[in-house]
DNA sequence: GTTTTTTACTTGCTTATTGCAAGTGATTCT
DNA sequence: AGAATCACTTGCAATAAGCAAGTAAAAAAC
């Protein structure tokens, strides 16, 4: 009769909703993952590890522990090659895809490096809730 | 004839927009602070202190010169009184409100705790620049 | 069919960050 | 004058991050 505690759970620091948000991805990982997971396609560990901040692998394998635990990432075999692991966003996540588009947005006005996307941070102000529907199309396009 | 690098702020991981954006924000601390200015209107250490997370004073010392640094609070001392001193938010930190606000939506959406506002969380999704432009209002109001 | 490579991780160790408790000097309140 | 409050510091223990190397299983190459 004893209750089972996830250690890959965050412990709650209060009931404020923006810090509900932060015990979950208020670190400077875990967002990438799921931008990986939601705007790059990525499937596999080692297409995480090879995205450019240069994650650690045993950050890495903590990381996606947690997103499972917190259940924003389904992790399941790859049924193409028994010794590949897929991970894939849930509604969860996809529902974090706002909050990514948000921080690009504030990023392609004050990050003096960002040219490439700045097309797309136009659009954001501009169409944002379109610009949302494209990236969960292009996400069901591969499942 | 040397480059003086501020060390509190943050060295860039890659050129990607969402990592600039966790570079600067990318940790349990950091919003909540932006939090307590940009909805609380909290202007003093001490109210930073008193917020439900118990953030420790020399982590709030540090988050608060890093957001100094970074441009996203401008730090003066309080014309009231000589001991205090008032931080406030820059136009930078307040076009950070939508990502608070979509975050404040998906908590609204996943936190089984959330209730007190979440006629909030129904009004962010369907007037969400209404929302964001009451909280300017308000912050307009306080300076 | 045996060697090589790849895959998803672990392990061990060092360094950096966080958290806690207590303290500090300068105000300001009583 | 004395106590409380202010914005911090300081010291230290605990935790987390970062780095390099290793591992077993599976798949690819030869």
Request: net charge positive; proline share 4%.
């Amino acid at each position: 009769m004893n209750k089972e505690v996830n250690k890959d759970l965050p412990t709650r620091r209060s009931n404020c909703s923006v810090s509900y948000a932060l015990d979950y991805i208020g670190d400077k990982w875990t967002l990438l993952v799921l931008r990986d997971l939601l705007f790059n396609g990525k499937r596999h560990f080692r297409d995480f590890l090879a995205s450019d901040e240069n994650i650690a692998s045993n950050i890495l394998t903590q990381r996606l522990k947690q997103l499972v635990a917190a259940e924003l990432v389904l992790r399941r075999p790859d049924p193409d090659s028994r010794r590949s692991v897929i991970y894939e966003p849930t509604a969860k996540a996809v529902d974090l895809i706002p909050v990514l588009l948000e921080l690009i947005r504030w990023s392609g006005k004050y990050d003096p490096q960002f040219r490439m996307t700045a097309k797309l941070a136009r659009r954001i102000e501009e169409d944002r809730d379109a610009v949302v529907a494209e990236v969960v199309a292009r996400l069901g396009a591969k499942n």
